[in-house]
């Protein structure tokens, strides 16, 4: 298995809380992702990171922030959580940009906003 | 707009029978196509992923077909096991001005193996 610790796992807060999402790797990977899995919705990529410092936008980024200070750390942040950002939050990882490369996830952090 | 689509959201077959998920995608810069499994409360794990210049990559009872032209894959499980029980997802990257290091996804087809 890929080393990838997601913390914490499960996560109970009230509205218009700071929540924060922690992804640890140890596979020394370029690339580490966050992604949502909702019913009916699949995976959503809300921010990923190509390197430290530098990170971009996925498809569902509003009312998230994320940061990446180290290699193996991955952060992130619902400034002010929202019944919306109930969900499980996944961090995945991989080693490169090259074709055929395939990413590699943790096991997930389940958040309910209430 | 959804790039990745699995039209399906389920599926039932028989233990020992053949099952073929299905996977429809808009983009024509996708280059890298994949298929992961998940097992409730576990994170997805990469199961059989093909390049755009093949049309058929197998490993062991998986097997994905690639029809490009029509944008088109499947991925075929013979025989289908119980254990084989999970949600599968399609997913592709675009491989184009460096941009294929995040995966697109599909919303998911629930895979049921009856014994």
């Known amino acids: 298995d890929a080393g990838i610790t997601q913390s914490p796992r499960h996560k109970v807060t009230e509205t218009g809380t700071p929540v924060t999402l922690r992804c640890h790797q140890t596979?020394?990977?370029?690339?580490m992702y966050w992604y949502r899995q909702d019913p009916g919705h699949g995976l959503r990529l809300i921010h990923y990171?190509?390197?430290?410092?530098?990170?971009d936008k996925g498809e569902v980024s509003d009312g998230y922030s994320v940061s990446r200070s180290k290699t193996e750390d991955f952060l992130l942040t619902l400034e002010s959580a929202t019944s919306s950002q109930t969900s499980v939050y996944f961090c995945?990882?991989?080693?490169?940009?090259?074709?055929?490369?395939?990413?590699?996830f943790g096991q997930g952090t389940r958040l309910t906003v209430v | 707009d959804q790039q990745v689509k699995q039209n399906s959201p389920s599926l039932s077959v028989q233990e020992g029978r053949i099952s073929i998920l299905n996977c429809d995608y808009t983009?024509?810069?996708?280059?890298?196509f994949l298929w992961y499994k998940k097992y409730p409360a576990e994170g997805p794990t990469f199961l059989i992923s093909?390049?755009?210049?093949?049309d058929k990559n197998e490993d062991g009872r998986f097997t994905v077909f690639l029809n490009k032209s029509a944008k088109h894959l499947s991925l075929h499980i013979v025989p289908s096991q119980p254990g084989d029980s999970a949600v599968y997802f399609c997913?592709?990257?675009?491989?184009?001005?460096?941009?294929?290091?995040?995966?697109?996804f599909g919303k998911g087809t629930l895979l049921t193996v009856n014994p």
């Open positions: 995945a990882i991989s080693r490169n940009r090259d074709t055929n490369t395939e990413a590699f």
């Open positions: 596979e020394n990977h370029r690339y």
């Open positions: 990171s190509y390197g430290v410092k530098d990170t």
């Open positions: 983009n024509s810069m996708f280059d890298y």
């Open positions: 093909i390049s755009s210049i093949k």
């Open positions: 997913a592709a990257s675009d491989g184009s001005g460096g941009s294929n290091y995040k995966l697109t």
